[in-house]
């Protein structure tokens, strides 16, 4: 049995290509460099207000219809206080959604996080329990994920990203 050995110096077993294709064989998708920079903080303050007025609607009603509240009636007012609080603070932030841009968006950011810090110490402070002490807990994670996704700057363009 004869054993078959490609060498790549051996011009003779070479097939023409274009030249087309040798450039797509060399091509390979960016990677994380100054050109395409790889960024995860997609939410533009554009999208994050209009996903403050949707969490602030969440807030206000699904209290209600979850039946937060079981362990300590204050575990569904202090969801619509804190929906009151975000249409308020999401109104006086410098983004497209806001009126009287009072608050920059990095301060908003702040808030944000500060809230979400709030939602996961509520439980341990208020003694709620169960279901309540879990809507705490996932709202806690739901703020954390938006700020983490939302840039530290005041712009709605898209950053640069790598395609894929």
Same mark, same amino acid.
């Given at each position: 049995?004869a054993?078959?050995?490609?060498?790549?110096?051996?011009?003779?077993?070479? /097939? *023409?290509v274009?030249?087309?294709?040798?450039?797509r %064989?060399?091509y390979?998708?960016?990677?994380?460099?100054?050109?395409?920079?790889?960024? #995860?903080?997609?939410?533009?303050?554009?999208?994050?207000? #209009?996903?403050d007025?949707m969490a +602030? %609607?969440g807030?206000l009603t699904?209290?209600? #219809?979850?039946?937060v509240?079981s362990? %300590?009636p204050?575990?569904s007012?202090? +969801?619509?206080?804190?929906?009151?609080?975000?249409?308020i603070?999401?109104?006086?932030?410098d983004?497209?959604?806001?009126a009287? /841009?009072?608050?920059?968006? /990095? *301060?908003?950011?702040v #808030?944000?996080?500060?809230?979400?810090v709030?939602?996961?110490?509520?439980?341990?402070?208020?003694?709620?329990h169960?279901?309540?002490?879990w809507?705490?807990?996932?709202?806690? +994670?739901?703020?954390?994920?938006?700020?983490?996704?939302?840039?530290a700057?005041?712009?709605?363009?898209v950053?640069?990203? %790598?395609? +894929?």
């Open positions: 049995m054993l078959l050995i490609y060498n790549p110096d051996d011009v003779s077993r070479r /097939r *023409q274009p030249a087309s294709e040798h450039a %064989a060399r390979r998708e960016p990677t994380q460099t100054a050109e395409f920079p790889m960024n #995860i903080r997609f939410l533009t303050p554009a999208l994050h207000g #209009i996903v007025y +602030a %609607a807030l699904m209290p209600f #219809i979850l039946g509240g362990t %300590a204050l575990a007012w202090l +969801a619509v206080g804190a929906g009151v609080a975000l249409v603070y999401s109104l006086m932030t983004y497209r959604f806001g009287t /841009r009072i608050l920059t968006f /990095r *301060q908003h950011l #808030i944000d996080t500060l809230a979400a709030g939602f996961a110490l509520a439980p341990f402070f208020l003694g709620f169960g279901l309540d002490a809507y705490y807990w996932s709202n806690s +994670a739901a703020v954390f994920l938006v700020v983490g996704l939302s840039p700057r005041n712009s709605d363009e950053p640069a990203m %790598a395609h +894929a």
